[in-house]
């Protein structure tokens, strides 16, 4: 298990943690990878290069899992962080030990809000487009977002306000003006009444059950309306985004070939045996489950059947959103089932992670801005990051 | 029994742009291996692309041409497959919405003129350069080339000949070089040709089993190609030498044979979709109206006005136009001398033999127009003489910022009009040419050309011949 690459000279500025999908120059970027164990990158994300010019240091950087589109790290090949039997994530135990003020990472499947429902903290995932993906390792990129986990509110706007804003280099990345609308001077208009989504909190385990309840609590105190609203069609946004995340994923890794730079087989003859050795001896069961999936999803019989059908249902979970937010202000959800996972609980289903991930889908598949807090997911209309924030600060 | 041919082609073109089609990197032909790469175009994870506006200017810029419908809302989208020249393993190419459909190309062949349909234009990156090192074992990857801006234009299977094929080949190439967005050179592969091939019974509505044939760097190689391919495939309907499947092949010009490469069943899934990463293009009427004027005059139109405002003659005309590189040169000069006819004698006679003995193409044709002007004007005003305006004019592909008047007199090339000189010369050539004289007076003409040549190359060539001419004979007919 390897939690933490620590950079050696000491850092004394303010502290943040770079998960392993943030490239970095003067660290290895592994993305919790065989294939890329002891990359260095040429280049730095432009969040670390925004975080760096506004006084902050990457004190290190904390494993994932293998290219982050499992439960909360278990597949890295470093090894699943573990602590107390439970399976934990490396961002999270670094800034839960106050060794950062605040961790960035790159949430393709979910992960981040996951580990940072169970371990307490709060986590943004910003509208999509508003922080720059340049210098991310690229797995799903129509739906991918950096996110900032910190203790509290105030420390993840605070660092999200250094990292939002356009970047030239990024063609998904939205204009000034539009990611302006984040910054924390800006003016939010108050939550006053939230749709809870009855299907999604209804399969959850006891604890989960008692966070949300928690915060049902709290909101209704503080006289925001809380409406348990039936959606069944947001649970259909996981099947959509497995279909788009295994497609792109298996077109992004497929650049991973031994060839130019990462693993390569010492056992070939000729450049397809170079190929196949290669990603067969570095990649890990789940990513090349994941491969299979999305090629399959993508071949000439099935693009329409499979792939298509994917992008059509992302439309009708955006259209969802829109009527919902019609009426309501924001979207409570929980981030997952269980108060935590267990070793046991991915061997007895290793794909766990593509239907635990019906509650963060949603938001991926939609690029919508979420606030994980006090264990459950507030999703808002795009923009709305100020808002959520506010709504959060009241059950943290 | 008869058979047709029936053909259709992608043509690959490289894109004149400075920069590559997504990342700043030079798209410049000639550089050391991997001088123009950058973490982007080599497939290093984190970079992300960026359209380069331009290479959209020029993929609109070249349906325009080849009278297309501009698509509106263009997207790109990920083509898969590995290959060692191929950095991220997929290529980013235009498969649902394509910048340019439906265009039409009008060629003239012996048997007159036809309609080529242009089913698409897509504009795609493309891939880099394997080099062999057969001694070492070892391949090597050169990445220049990766991301550089290229337009695939797909024709309708209207072609029937190789003579089509060339015709074709040809007026794609004077189109888009008229465009100024592509050299389309084939000898630098910045223009690029797979041949769609079948054969069926005259007369039949039936297409036959397609073959495509790849790797060809020429027009030469691709019509020994088709009549290659066209006798195997005669070959095989009718004497049954082997089943035509359709499938890839390579063509070998210097075999002068092809080769099966993949078929249908071997050949991969490119597993196309929409590129998430490349915002779709969205072309506002501001943007349209702006390329649309950018157009050039067309050939046609060029010919027709050279041969009606200028007073050429159709040949001059035709055989001018061919080349943009030509016009430009002849505009320029003929607006220096006011002499159109005159430029154009000195660009189809004088011009062209140089380029000839220098192995040049008229495309590459790279003198300055404006001097050139100069240059026939001093030769009209009897200054300088044909035969030394043509040295000047060799020296002038050398130099283009001769100036020719400047050159004539640092050379000794200007015409004396010092006749005392001229008279001294001839006089005494013409007494050591007593059976020159002798057969001139004979009434054997040739023999004055050879004493005319004699008094020229003493003078340099810096004589009016007309003068110089006239002087002989008189000094003859006074021995």
Redesign the interface.
Known sequence: MKLYTAKSDTVTAKRIVADDMILTKDMPTAAGSKMLDGYMSLLEAEAVTRLTAAGYGICGKADVGEFAIDLVGETSYYGAPTKDGKLTNASVEIVKSSEAMAAIGLDVNGSIRRAAAQGGLVSVKPTYGTVSRYGTIPVACSGETVCVTAKNTDDCREVLDVIVGHDDKDGTSLSETECAKLKKAMPAKSIKKVAMISEMCENVDAETKAKIDAVRAKLAAKGIEVTVVSEPMLSSARVAWNILMSAELCNNVSRYDGVKYGYRTENYTCIDDLYTNTRTEAFGELLKTVILYGSDALSTDNYMKVYDKGLRVRRLICECFAKLFGQYDAVLLPACSKAAYTEDMVAADKYIAFSENVFTAPASITGLPTVTAGGVQLIGPAFSENALFEAAKLYE | MRYETVIGLEVHVELATQSKIFCACHAKYGAGPNEHVC?AC??????????NKRVVDFGMKAGMMLNCTINRTTTFD?K?Y?Y?DL????QTTQWFAPVAVNGLVEIETSKGKKNVRIKQIHMEEDAGKLVHDISENTSC?DFNRTSVPLIEIVSQPDLSSAEEVEAYLERLKSLLRYAKVAECAMEHGTMRCDVNLSVRPEGSDKLGVRTEMKNMNSIDAIKRAISYEVARHIDAIENGTEVLVQETRRWDDLKGKSYAMRNKETAG?Y????D????PVVIDDAWYDSIKASLPEFPEVKRARYIETLGLSEYDATQLTKSIAVCECFEDAYAVCGNAKDAANWLLSEVMSVLGTKKMTPDSLNINGKSLGELIKLVAEGKVSRANGKKILTAMFDDTDLNPAEYAKANDLVVSNDTGLMEKVAKEVLAGEEKAVADFKAGKEKALAAILGKCMKQLKGNCNPQVLREFLISEIGKM
């Open positions: 973490p080599c497939g290093m994870p984190g970079m992300l692309p960026v359209t990920k898969s590995y060692p950095p991220c393993a997929y990857v899934d597993r196309y979709f929409p998430p990463n490349v915002m």
